[in-house]
């Protein structure tokens, strides 16, 4: 329901910005670009949802054969201490568990293409167990939040664009990036944990986040000492072992128990291809809205808005450059990506924006397009409070992002 009045509202917004431009200032051909930005993101999204096609394919296959094997049931066990009481819905060991785990160290380690599929077969899991199908259930929206904020140890894409870009020191927006995101995930998991009524206070939650809080000192300890091309060299031959090592893992595994490999893989397949593919009406929804609201002048209105307000306020507005990326990330990954690109060229790759918007990019996740994939790909209608959690920890992200971004480089 509530992404229903969002994508309206989106629509709307740009719709009205345009008939103002259009009137007050004689911008005639905003229709024109609004209208062409709804044809244009159609077709991104029906790219992006073929683009995904084979990952899915690859990784459901994969996936297919660690749970005929066995091994998802295995590592299921290992976070079931921890899941069971942040998901307290799901029964003990279930096959979901296992699919979000590997997700949740995807993600972190920075590997898109690998999380997406494993989140969707986490969410196909969870919806067997769902008693509403239309409605997404408690641990959905948990799992959901916990994706959205987009917990990652090394962000190795965002230093290569600093390294094109030319920035001196590519690395030096490490720290800021791994806090703001740590901050970002601990919003959302928080919210939706006081929503759900689960204990914060339990041993065993505040054992796991307080050795996920010290396991990041430590990798903030160790990248802080390395140089930058040895951070994301590491990093890079860190995650193709780990994937490579799943992917041998499974397969021997399978050969073990005496499985039909090949034909659990086709299996897989299958169902990645049928889950992209009902993706594509949900992505470009969303894609397109986003695009009217971009071009319609709505962002450009709100960012100029917000300056105006700081300024009226005697305080300092040299964060309002970086203001599109942080308004753009929980819309759409691509377009903040672009605007962030575009920052660094225009102010510089290590100005003070330039170095802002390279932590903004980094502190959280494409909320509305994750929301847009993972419901969409099990058919949920009513989301519930997953946006309301999810914005709350893109909001707690980015506003970490901009105060470490002053504390660091200002």
């Known amino acids: 329901m509530i992404l229903n009045y969002i994508w309206i509202g989106l629509i709307l917004l740009a719709v009205v910005t345009g008939i103002v431009q259009a009137v007050c200032f004689g911008q005639t051909d905003i229709f024109s670009a609004i209208l062409n930005s709804t044809f244009a993101n159609a077709k991104t ?12 394919s690859l990784w459901m296959g994969i996936m297919k054969i660690g749970e005929q094997a066995g091994v998802v049931r295995q590592m299921s066990r290992v976070v079931t201490p921890f899941f069971t009481r942040i998901f307290p819905e799901l029964p003990k060991g279930h096959p979901a568990f296992g699919s979000m785990l590997m997700n949740i160290s995807a993600t972190m380690l920075g590997i898109d293409n690998a999380a997406t599929p494993l989140g969707l077969q986490a969410m196909r899991e969870m919806q067997e167990t769902n008693p509403d199908k239309s409605k997404a259930s408690n ?4 799992f959901m939040v916990l994706v959205t904020s987009g917990l990652t140890l090394v962000p190795v894409s965002i230093m290569t664009y600093r390294a094109q870009m030319g920035a001196a020191n590519p690395a030096d927006v490490f720290l800021p990036i791994l806090l703001a995101t740590y901050f970002a995930a601990m919003a959302g998991f928080i919210s939706v944990a006081v929503i759900q009524k ?7 939650i ?17 990248a802080m000492r390395l140089p930058q091309e040895v951070v994301s060299r590491w990093s890079g031959v860190i995650a ?3 994937l490579l090592g799943v992917i041998c893992w ?33 992505l470009i929804a969303m894609l397109v809205a ?12 709100l960012v100029n808005g917000i300056a105006w307000l700081f ?4 305080l300092n507005t040299d964060f309002v450059p970086a203001l599109p990326t942080a308004l753009m990330r929980p819309l759409s990954g691509s377009g903040a990506r672009g605007l962030m690109v575009d920052a660094m060229m225009q102010y510089g790759a290590d100005s003070f924006v330039g170095r802002l918007v390279s932590i903004v990019q980094g502190s959280t996740d494409t909320t509305f397009y994750i929301l847009a994939v993972y419901f969409g790909s099990i058919n949920i209608k009513d989301t519930r409070y997953a946006v309301v959690c999810g914005l709350i920890a893109d909001f707690c992200g980015i506003v970490a992002a901009i105060l470490l971004g002053y504390l660091f480089f200002h």
């Not at 695009?291 to 709505?298: K, P, V």
């Open 250 to 282: 499974f397969v021997i595994a399978g050969m073990v128990k005496k499985i039909n490999v090949y034909d659990a893989f086709i299996d897989g397949a299958k169902d990645g291809f049928k889950t992209a593919v009902g993706i594509i009406p949900y």
């Open 240 to 242: 193709a072992v780990l």
């Open 139 to 142: 641990p959905m929206i948990m």
């Open 198 to 204: 689960i204990n914060l206070f339990d041993k065993v």
């Open 206 to 222: 505040l054992g796991t986040l307080g050795g996920l809080t010290l396991f990041v000192g430590l990798v903030i300890w160790a």
């Open 290 to 301: 986003v695009g009217m609201f971009r071009a319609g002048g709505a962002m450009d209105l």
């Open 311 to 314: 300024a009226r306020m005697g």
């Open 45 to 56: 999204g029906f790219e992006i949802s073929l683009g995904l096609t084979g990952v899915l």
